[in-house]
């Protein structure tokens, strides 16, 4: 659907000022974490305004129904509450299974252990205490003195090297918003890629980390 | 051969369905472990073995340095220092051996627990505290209390943030579905209504009320 010329402009207008509502930011921030292989920053303020919205529209529904408004009108209400829930909900929970799948990477890495919430941060230190105490009891206190670290395989081992980590080097289907001109996808020498508003690309993952984290592309 | 228990153990875990648990297999897991205790005796004396050669080593190069020798003495102790080498070489190949073998053993061992333990983190979002029979039996004791600690973190997680995460897995597609039970449940009150949970009764639910339901098996959804 292209805009006419004259209209170009308006319609620019009216895409940022739908961008910007949030249930669209909710939208994005969910399919960026979803997307993404690693933990990506908690987006306290909008969680917090969502959830005000949310509390409103419910209590707007109930007085709906009370007020024997059009009952088609108040399903079409709570719909669209249902679905605001479901996106927060699903955000969270990615959230916290990605948490849950890397716990000891996360809290040995100080850039990632920031961009959880304090809430999740509490989840976190819950949840490597279970998995350690867990992994001593069935494993390590059965093993002999040099070997007993669920971080380290060895006395003699150099880094911490029984931490699994996720992988930041897969292919992520990904979108810009505006034009970005020719990048640098890595020091091999390649050439790099020249990206276009609106178009779609498959790109590994670490390449595009400082971009996703800018906001400047958005994964789908 | 050394490890070829701990590599059983490995496939035990792969073979089965994605998902599924196996039995703990206890035996297996305990000749594991007596492995690496045997390993670890065979390491304590080799490793004080090579100590003693480079002590003698170290003795033998400060009385070198210390005192003027003769060409002969000095030819007479590099033979004598190659002898103590390659002993010392022979005891560091096999503490390397039984070094590594122990440190394989503690891959596959952790890697067993810790992929159980993935399957035990996933079965805390779908059921609530209560694990049913045929998986409860399946656990050890150390996995079962893996379980309740988990499912208490998850629970004080939710509780803080007053929002339950384990209903809503599916995006919805209208506010009220139709179910139909399956067993006998009794009356309920739910979010809107009272409703009387009787077995093949066919109802209309809100989605969010009817999905615990689901999960736990006693109602199934009817599409179309």
Known sequence: MEPGAGESSATDDYESLISTTDSELLKRAWRNEKAAPEILKFEAALVQRSRQQIQLMEETVEEFAKNGVDPLTVSLYQMDLDRTLFLLRSYLRTRLQKIEKCVLHIQKTAELWNRLSKQEQKFAVRCAGDLTQHLEQTVLSKLPDQYQSHLKQSGASEGDDMVPEPKLDIYIICRSKKFLGAFQLDDSGEEPVNIEADDLYALPYKSIKPLVESGQIDLV | ???????????????????????????????????????????????????????????????????????????????????????????????????????????????????????????????????????????????????????????????ELDLDLTVDMIPPKDPYIKVRVLDDIGEIVLSDQVANLARHAMLFLRRTDAEQYISQGLMEELTG
């Open chain 2, 1 to 159: 051969m050394y490890g070829k228990k701990a590599s059983e153990l490995v496939k035990e875990c792969v073979s089965g369905e994605p998902g599924q648990l196996t039995t703990f297999n206890n035996d297996l897991f305990a000749q594991v472990i007596e492995e690496c205790n045997g390993h670890l005796l065979h390491l304590q004396p080799l490793m004080r073995k090579i100590q003693e050669h480079e002590n003698k080593l170290k003795d033998k190069r400060r009385s070198e340095d210390e005192m003027a020798i003769s060409e002969d003495e000095r030819r007479k102790s590099e033979a004598e220092k190659t002898v103590i080498q390659t002993a010392m070489k022979a005891d560091q190949f096999g503490a390397l051996i039984h070094h590594l073998s122990l440190v394989r053993n503690k891959r596959c061992l952790m890697a067993y627990v810790y992929n159980r333990a993935e399957v035990i983190k996933s079965l805390g979002w779908v059921v609530d505290c209560v694990l049913p029979e045929e998986i409860e039996e399946k656990l050890s004791s150390s996995e079962k209390e893996y379980f309740k600690n988990h499912a208490a973190t998850l629970q004080s997680y939710t509780s």
